[in-house]
T-cell receptor, first 114, second 113 residues
Framework: KNQVEQSPQSLIILEGKNCTLQ??????????LRWYKQDTGRGPVSLTI?????NTKSNGRYTATLDADTKQSSLHITASQLSDSASYIC?????????????FGAGTRLAVHP | NAGVTQTPKFQVLKTGQSMTLQCAQD?????MYWYRQDPGMGLRLIYY???????DKGEVPNGYNVSRLNKREFSLRLESAAPSQTSVYFC????????????FGSGTQLSVL
């Protein structure tokens, strides 16, 4: 069964600290993996995309990694800011019946405290 | 550009009532989607429209209908609301039904009593 699991469910860190969010998937055949950020009361916004051949990609203070062999991805946030408080959603894309389909993780809720 | 606009933002219905959620995008995207988001679960696809003139069922279509009115607009209708349809509904769009990223609206919080 195609699944995406994220950990931890929630996380509290102090402003300025780093953190790492995990995403494990069993989706096949894999097309790509995206991380989205969802602020409270808003829709998700794409942060970064990882394709099969990419190991690491950075977007400012966000760095995503992908290990296609172990089917794991991580999102590392450096020098956290209050504005990083949000849910982070891992989404894996795969091809089925000629269509591109998506499986969403349940998200990690991050709270950054001053 | 407004991006993806959803209305209403909040709605309370009684069991059995009907309503339509509206969605419009101004990015000239071909593909549009309706998702629901429930606590502790990932977003689940209700219906999608890969291109103007086509609609297809997603993962959880029961109790819903959709209309792709034109390239910009994609509405979701609940004919007879049930408490199990209490959720946050998101409309999304992207250029094509490929690997492109989704652009989401701000959501509609629906409560069915």
């Amino acid at each position: 069964k195609n699944q995406v699991e994220q950990s931890p469910q929630s996380l509290i860190i102090l402003e300025g600290k780093n953190c790492t969010l995990q995403c494990n998937y069993t989706v096949s055949p894999f097309s790509n993996l995206r991380w989205y950020k969802q602020d409270t009361g808003r829709g998700p916004v794409s942060l970064t995309i990882m394709t099969f051949s990419e190991n690491t990609k950075s977007n400012g203070r966000y760095t995503a990694t992908l290990d296609a062999d172990t089917k794991q991805s991580s999102l590392h946030i450096t020098a956290s800011q209050l504005s990083d408080s949000a849910s982070y959603i891992c989404v894996v894309s795969f091809q089925s019946g000629g269509y591109n389909k998506l499986i969403f993780g349940a998200g990690t809720r991050l709270a950054v405290h001053p | 550009n407004a991006g993806v606009t959803q209305t209403p933002k909040f709605q309370v219905l009684k069991t059995g009532q009907s309503m339509t959620l509206q969605c419009a995008q101004d990015m000239n995207h071909n593909s549009m989607y309706w998702y629901r988001q429930d606590p502790g679960m990932g977003l689940r696809l209700i219906y999608y429209s890969a291109s103007e003139g086509t609609t297809d069922k997603g993962e959880v279509p029961n109790g819903y209908n959709v209309s792709r009115l034109n390239k910009r607009e994609f509405s979701l209708r609940l004919e007879s609301a049930a408490p199990s349809q209490t959720s946050v509904y998101f409309c999304a769009s992207r250029v094509l039904a490929t690997n492109e990223k989704l652009f989401f609206g701000s959501g509609t919080q629906l409560s069915v009593l």
